[in-house]
């Protein structure tokens, strides 16, 4: 899909300071219509300041924000019409069933009535349960009734923080399959998470912010091939082997740290490993030289890197929370 009516959700050089200091350093990126959007970043880099620009919370200093073509800043009551957000856990009445909780909620929408409420409760798959008192539900289905609370204006953009905090490995399956489903069904979801396996999993594409800036935004396979393979060589005698590896073109020898975490991975066969960052298309060709050289390869494993791998190289080993 291509063309300015495929972005939901463009973001152009934003920037905000607050007492005089930059904390969003003019980032840019778009969302696509139904696409999950992964939005990553450490804590203090700036991933809060930016998603409370996105619902209008805050201004910017700098930078446009559009939400469906609408300008946040202009137009912000066009422009707000289109999103809709749920921050970690959804502010509910716990007194009241989720179906009034719904009507609450749905009063403050122009236009929006039972007909709506009943829609939203199927998207979400409350079923008989929208009817009974809030107190009595799981995390899982408070944050469903969340959801289908954000959904009530029906929003282009889906806006989640957090979506599966708190819950169990069960939960954060159910979620994850639900997100999926609501992005086959046309909405766009700009995803934040400190849970890297999970936005590998969910995500079509991602940006990673630290210090302010965006430092890498794409596929996640894309990024992930572009950071290219950790291959575990096998091989003795080791001195000539790595000796090389070393020399050869493309390939970058790990820190020993590095070494270590990726052997283990490997795993250990009493032959000391040699790790290397090199692409996947070369190994053939250095396989033959080490048997050319009387080098005898024991085994040759490649270990793809995770985003949780791509994100601390990028971050330069900062923690994500």
């Given at each position: 899909?291509?063309?300015?009516?495929?972005?939901?959700?463009?973001?152009?050089?934003?920037?905000?300071?607050?007492?005089?200091?930059?904390?969003?350093?003019?980032?840019?990126?778009?969302?696509?219509?139904?696409?999950?959007?992964?939005?990553?970043?450490?804590?203090?880099?700036?991933?809060?300041?930016?998603?409370?620009?996105?619902?209008?919370?805050?201004?910017?200093?700098?930078?446009?924000?559009?939400?469906?073509?609408?300008?946040?800043?202009?137009?912000?009551?066009?422009?707000?019409?289109?999103?809709?957000?749920?921050?970690?856990?959804?502010?509910?009445?716990?007194?009241?069933?989720?179906?009034?909780?719904?009507?609450?909620?749905?009063?403050?929408?122009?236009?929006?009535?039972?007909?709506?409420?009943?829609?939203?409760?199927?998207?979400?798959?409350?079923?008989?349960?929208?009817?009974?008192?809030?107190?009595?539900?799981?995390?899982?289905?408070?944050?469903?009734?969340?959801?289908?609370?954000?959904?009530?204006?029906?929003?282009?953009?889906?806006?989640?923080?957090?979506?599966?905090?708190?819950?169990?490995?069960?939960?954060?399956?159910?979620?994850?399959?639900?997100?999926?489903?609501?992005?086959?069904?046309?909405?766009?979801?700009?995803?934040?998470?400190?849970?890297?396996?999970?936005?590998?999993?969910?995500?079509?594409?991602?940006?990673?912010?630290?210090?302010?800036?965006?430092?890498?935004?794409g596929e996640v396979d894309e990024l992930l091939r572009q950071?290219?393979?950790?291959?575990?060589?096998?091989?003795?005698?080791?001195?000539r082997a790595r000796e090389l590896l070393a020399g050869a073109?493309?390939?970058?020898?790990?820190?020993?740290?590095e070494r270590q975490s990726a052997a283990e991975q490997a795993?250990?066969?009493?032959?000391?490993?040699?790790?290397?960052?090199?692409?996947?298309?070369?190994?053939?060709?250095?396989?033959?030289?080490?048997?050319?050289?009387?080098?005898?390869?024991?085994?040759?494993?490649?270990?793809?890197?995770?985003?949780?791998?791509?994100?601390?190289?990028?971050?330069?080993?900062?923690?994500?929370?």
């Amino acid at each position: 899909m291509t063309g300015e009516t495929s972005v939901v959700l463009s973001v152009h050089q934003l920037k905000k300071k607050i007492k005089n200091r930059l904390i969003i350093k003019g980032i840019s990126f778009d969302v696509r219509r139904g696409e999950i959007f992964g939005f990553l970043g450490p804590n203090g880099s700036g991933k809060t300041t930016t998603i409370r620009m996105l619902v209008g919370l805050i201004k910017p200093t700098d930078g446009t924000i559009k939400l469906s073509g609408y300008d946040i800043v202009k137009q912000p009551t066009e422009a707000l019409r289109h999103v809709g957000c749920i921050v970690e856990n959804p502010e509910l009445y716990s007194y009241m069933t989720g179906w009034e909780n719904l009507e609450h909620f749905a009063r403050m929408i122009p236009g929006v009535g039972e007909s709506r409420i009943r829609e939203v409760t199927e998207i979400v798959g409350l079923g008989q349960r929208i009817f009974d008192k809030v107190k009595t539900y799981s995390l899982g289905m408070r944050q469903r009734l969340g959801i289908a609370q954000a959904l009530l204006g029906s929003p282009s953009l889906l806006i989640l923080d957090e979506p599966t905090n708190g819950l169990d490995p069960q939960g954060i399956k159910e979620m994850r399959d639900f997100i999926r489903e609501l992005a086959a069904k046309g909405l766009s979801l700009f995803v934040s998470s400190h849970l890297l396996s999970e936005i590998q999993q969910m995500c079509d594409r991602v940006a990673i912010i630290s210090h302010g800036n965006v430092i890498a935004v794409g596929e996640v396979d894309e990024l992930l091939r572009q950071a290219g393979s950790t291959v575990v060589w096998n091989a003795e005698p080791y001195e000539r082997a790595r000796e090389l590896l070393a020399g050869a073109e493309g390939v970058q020898l790990l820190s020993p740290d590095e070494r270590q975490s990726a052997a283990e991975q490997a795993g250990r066969d009493g032959v000391r490993p040699i790790v290397v960052q090199m692409e996947q298309e070369t190994i053939p060709a250095l396989n033959e030289a080490m048997v050319a050289s009387g080098i005898r390869v024991h085994g040759i494993r490649i270990a793809n890197p995770t985003l949780e791998e791509l994100f601390l190289r990028v971050t330069e080993g900062e923690k994500i929370e």
